[in-house]
């Protein structure tokens, strides 16, 4: 009796729930927003290839250093296997640039509407290519996430065509990074969360410096150094990336928890909450309709099911 009593204690575990997961995405994920926000102000730091190249560094040395120190066993892949982490890293690094292209050729309004519709593409590739289906009451919860991230971050609406179809082909690619994220976790791989990080973070590295490089942000970056380098940004780079690598674990983790529509509800979640911190640390006046479109995506979100 004592055995069974003790067994469900464990099975009972905080670390089994995915909600317990879900909220340290939410907490992580917002403090890292708030962070780049300050290094932002504070560094006037404009490398987004530089800064990924960082996160995607740390993940490599966190993941490598939870595998030395046993917390987790790298499954035996083959030459296909292996072929799909390539091509995953790729897809990784593409969706960032795509979006940080798309940012020049879109208002920010613009650019946060259409990546609020990330849950809708899930569902359509997931009902297409996995077969799956969802309740009357998923797709009716789905509008309110939607359009409150709309109405909460109305502005001015302004696109070219060019830049409105990339944004539109970035969310695509999102929801495709979310649900592959999920398949290579629970199905025919079943990838511990840090393993899929160890195989990712190393190619994803190197495909930002190679488009870095290209790009020329690297010889600015370069120039940036030796004119307003100090200890003190290298440090704040430092938690920067240890703060992501924590956030791409709990990420992972609750995507395997969860599912993939799950998590691009909770990014919209995440995104109005930004903007709630944001009032009260920055002192941002809200508007009647960004405030009533934080409350529906929160009633939207609460609701999902």
Request: with cysteine; net charge positive; glycine share 6%.
């Amino acid at each position: 009796m004592a055995s069974d009593s003790n067994l469900s204690t464990r099975q009972k575990s905080p670390l089994d729930s995915s909600f317990t997961w879900l909220a340290m995405y939410f907490v992580f994920n917002l403090s890292l927003t708030l962070y780049n926000k300050i290094i932002l102000q504070l560094y006037e730091f404009p490398f987004p290839w530089t800064l990924t190249g960082v996160h995607t560094m740390c993940g490599a040395i966190g993941s490598y250093l939870f595998w030395r120190a046993d917390v987790f066993t790298p499954s035996q892949l083959g030459e296909r296997e292996n072929i799909v982490m390539i091509l995953f890293s790729v897809l990784y690094t593409i969706n960032i640039a795509i979006s940080n292209v798309s940012l020049n050729l879109v208002s920010v309004p613009v650019h946060q509407v259409i990546r609020a519709m990330t849950p809708l593409f899930t569902i359509l590739l997931s009902v297409m290519f996995l077969g799956k289906s969802y309740s009357s009451l998923t797709y009716i919860s789905l509008f309110p996430v939607v359009a409150g991230v709309g109405f909460a971050t109305f502005g001015d609406y302004d696109y070219t065509t060019a830049g409105f179809f990339l944004t539109m082909l970035g969310t695509v690619l999102a929801a495709i990074k979310t649900i592959v994220t999920n398949r290579v976790q629970v199905g025919r791989l079943k990838l511990h969360p840090l393993d899929l990080l160890l195989r990712m973070s190393p190619l994803a590295f190197i495909q930002t410096m190679a488009y870095s490089y290209l790009t020329g942000e690297m010889a600015i970056m370069h120039d940036f150094v030796k004119t307003r380098g100090s200890w003190s940004l290298v440090f704040a780079l430092l938690v920067n990336g240890i703060l992501a690598f924590f956030l791409n674990v709990v990420s992972f983790t609750a995507n395997k928890k969860t599912s993939a529509l799950t998590m691009t509800v909770a990014g919209n979640v995440k995104q109005v909450l930004s903007i709630v911190l944001s009032v009260i640390i920055f002192n941002i006046q809200l508007t009647w309709m960004k405030s009533w479109g934080i409350i529906l995506t929160l009633a939207g979100g609460a609701w999902y099911r």
